[in-house]
C-alpha cells in the first residue's frame, strides 16, 4: 500500500532525528574529555569570576602510551572556549593513529604549529588563543610541551616538583639575563610581569617549550597540570597539603576545586586541575 503525504513526512522526520543523534554521539565521543581506556585520572574545573569556562581537557590512551593535554582559551564570548578546543583537538588527533612513538618532541612541534595555525583559520580575525599543554607517557618516562602558562608539575614523596617553566615575560627575563641579553635593572623590574608572550594564535607565535630530557618515572608519581585560576589562588603547600591525603584522585581533584572557590577575590580566571597517575612499567624504579 502506497504511504500518503502524512506518512512520509513522519518517516522523513525521525530519519532526521536517528542522523541527528548518530551525530551527536559521535561529537561526543571527541569532546573535551576524550578517555577510550581506563587510565588514572581526574579533573576539577571552576569558573571563577568569569562568565564562560573556556579551558579544555582531553586523555587518551593508545599502545604508544598516555596523552594529557589541558588547553585554556584566551579571548572575549566564546573565542577562548573554540580556540581551545581547537587546539586541543589538533593535537590529539595527531597522537591517535601511533603505536609507536620514538620521537614526542616532533610530534609535539609538529602538532602544536598546525594548533596554532588552526587556532589562526577559526577565530578569523576576533582577537584569542589558547596556552596549551601536552604530557605524554609511556610508562617509564615523561615528555611535555607548552605554549603560554600552563603549569605541569610531578607528585613525588610528598613534594609537588615543578617541570614547565612557563612563556611568561618573566620567566623570558630570567633566560634573557642569564643569557646576557638583558641588564640586571631590567631583569629586576621584567620579574614582576607574569604576562604570556607566547600562545596558540598569537601573532608571531614562537617556539614552545618541551621537556629536555625527558623525566624518568617512579611508581606512585602522580602528574598534576593547572591553569592560572588554580595556581594563583592555592600556594604549592596547598596544592601538596591534598594530594598527599589518602583520597581517589577525584576527590583530590574536587578538593582542590572547593579550596580555590572558597578564596576571596573579585578577579579570579577559569581553574582547571588535571591529575594522572601514569602507569609505571618501569620495574628499576
Not at 15 to 31: E, G, H, K, N, S
Not at 117 to 134: D, K, L, N, P
Request: with cysteine; glycine share 8%.
Amino acid at each position: 500500500m502506497m504511504m500518503g503525504t502524512t506518512e512520509w513526512f513522519i518517516l522523513f522526520l525521525i530519519t532526521v532525528v536517528l542522523v541527528v543523534l548518530i551525530i551527536v554521539r559521535l561529537a561526543a565521543a571527541f569532546t573535551s574529555k576524550r578517555q577510550p581506556a581506563a587510565v588514572p585520572w581526574a579533573f576539577g574545573q571552576t569558573t571563577g569570576n568569569r562568565e564562560i569556562q573556556a579551558d579544555t581537557i582531553q586523555v587518551f590512551r593508545n599502545q604508544a602510551g598516555t596523552m594529557a593535554i589541558l588547553a585554556d582559551g584566551i579571548g572575549k564570548e566564546n573565542t577562548g572556549k573554540v580556540a581551545a578546543h581547537v587546539a586541543a583537538d589538533t593535537v590529539m588527533d595527531a597522537f591517535v593513529p601511533y603505536h609507536i612513538l620514538n620521537n614526542p618532541d616532533y610530534l609535539f612541534r609538529t602538532a602544536f604549529l598546525a594548533a596554532h595555525s588552526r587556532v589562526q583559520q577559526t577565530i578569523g580575525e576576533r582577537r584569542g588563543g589558547a596556552c596549551m599543554g601536552a604530557v605524554f607517557t609511556n610508562g617509564v618516562q615523561l615528555y611535555y610541551a607548552l605554549a603560554g602558562n600552563i603549569r605541569i608539575a610531578l607528585f613525588r614523596n610528598g613534594e609537588l616538583i615543578p617541570i614547565s617553566k612557563g612563556q611568561t615575560l618573566n620567566v623570558l627575563a630570567k633566560e634573557a639575563y642569564q643569557g646576557g641579553t638583558l641588564s640586571k635593572k631590567e631583569t629586576i623590574w621584567s620579574l614582576e610581569a607574569t604576562r604570556i608572550w607566547n600562545y596558540l594564535g598569537k601573532d608571531g607565535f614562537h617556539e614552545i617549550e618541551v621537556c629536555k630530557p625527558p623525566v624518568s618515572l617512579k611508581k606512585q608519581d602522580l602528574i598534576m597540570m593547572a591553569t592560572q585560576g588554580i595556581y594563583d589562588e592555592l600556594s604549592w603547600a596547598e596544592l601538596e597539603d591534598v594530594l598527599i591525603k589518602n583520597m581517589t584522585l577525584m576527590e583530590k581533584a574536587d578538593q582542590i576545586i572547593r579550596l580555590v572557590e572558597n578564596k576571596s577575590g573579585q578577579d579570579k580566571e577559569n581553574g582547571s586541575i588535571l591529575l594522572l597517575a601514569p602507569e609505571v612499567i618501569n620495574e628499576k624504579n
